[in-house]
């Protein structure tokens, strides 16, 4: 027990530090922090200049709420629970690998070390975005998972920084679903990934993002605005009451097994879920939304 209590604080420690260091030093490309702000800035630039719903405001509804969300989760949450719960887990892993005689490396499906860098980069990007749509859906089929995810749907004028909207067990749920498959391909190091979370953020800004993209062939193969609006969309047919258009990435998923759903230009439609009205507006309440939900849907 003490060694893994000495990882949390390790964790804690080593993070702040990290966070620290990523303020302070410009000199690195694979910098998160000034990356998403680069991201954010470019992505907020062409809603301004190539507004897809003309009568949407700059600073649309919500716009700081959304702002403050995004460097929350991006940031923040790391350090009060995602790194440490990643460091203890995957010492856990190890360790009940161990008690069977294997290793990662023994569990291993590629060997990373001996593949072309752009194919095991391509390998680890499909697989994570794969899980992450399986695990998108699960978040609209399980009511459980569904009240923690209701914070993302709560967004009503769509914009960049609604993309990081999401109540801080999302993200648990995703790591926790991602951990083994990516320890099947493990052998990647810090800017490996960094080139696919950075790809992966300007796609899941550009798809959130008051802009009219999502033409031709590539919207086929990329996630885009046209299509994602369809999944905040409050009314759906009965046979896409679950959600429709799970992909975070990639929509290549949606259209292979049949989740795709986009009946005309959802420009204009109305966003949310049954029942948002009464859902919380401020950040706080948001997070504690799921806590109490069943207590406050028995006394209604």
């Known amino acids: 027990m003490q060694k893994y209590l000495d990882i949390i604080k390790k964790s804690y420690s080593d993070y702040w530090n990290y966070l620290k260091y990523e303020l302070i030093d410009l000199n690195h490309w694979d910098n998160f922090f000034y990356g998403l702000i680069a991201i954010s800035f470019i992505v907020w630039v062409l809603e301004i200049a190539f507004p897809w719903r003309k009568q949407q405001a700059i600073f649309r509804k919500d716009f700081w709420l959304d702002t403050f969300y995004m460097f929350f ?8 629970v995602l ?22 490396s023994s569990i291993q499906l590629f060997d990373i ?4 860098k752009w194919l095991g980069l391509l390998i680890f990007f499909l697989v994570s975005d794969f899980v992450q749509w399986n ?26 920084a609604a993309h990081l909207r999401y109540h801080w067990m999302e993200p648990v749920v995703y790591k926790s679903l991602l951990y083994i498959p990516i320890a099947l391909i493990g052998g ?9 979370y950075f790809f992966s953020i300007a796609i899941g800004h550009l798809n959130h993002a008051n802009l009219g993209w999502g033409y031709g062939v590539l ?7 046209k299509m994602h609006i369809w999944h905040h969309a409050k009314g759906l047919p009965e046979h896409v009451r679950y959600g429709v258009n799970f992909g975070l990435t990639l929509s290549l998923w949606d259209y292979l097994f049949k989740t795709d759903f986009v009946p005309y230009d959802g420009r204009d439609i109305e966003l949310g879920f049954d029942g948002d009205e009464t859902f919380p507006k401020d950040f706080v309440s948001q997070e504690l939304y799921p806590a109490f939900s069943r207590k406050r849907e028995s006394n209604e």
């Open 113 to 116: 070390d001996n593949m072309p």
């Open 188 to 196: 990647f190091d810090a800017q490996d990934v960094a080139i696919v």
């Open 83 to 104: 790194i440490a719960l990643s460091n203890t887990v995957s010492e856990l892993f190890k360790d009940a690998l161990s008690g069977v005689g294997l290793s990662i």
């Open 73 to 80: 989760n991006f940031f923040l949450l790391n350090l009060i």
């Open 219 to 225: 919207k086929y193969i990329f996630n885009n605005p």
């Open 135 to 160: 695990t998108h859906r699960l978040l609209h089929r399980v009511p459980f998972l569904w009240n923690f995810h209701k914070v993302h749907h709560s967004v009503k004028e769509m914009g960049f």
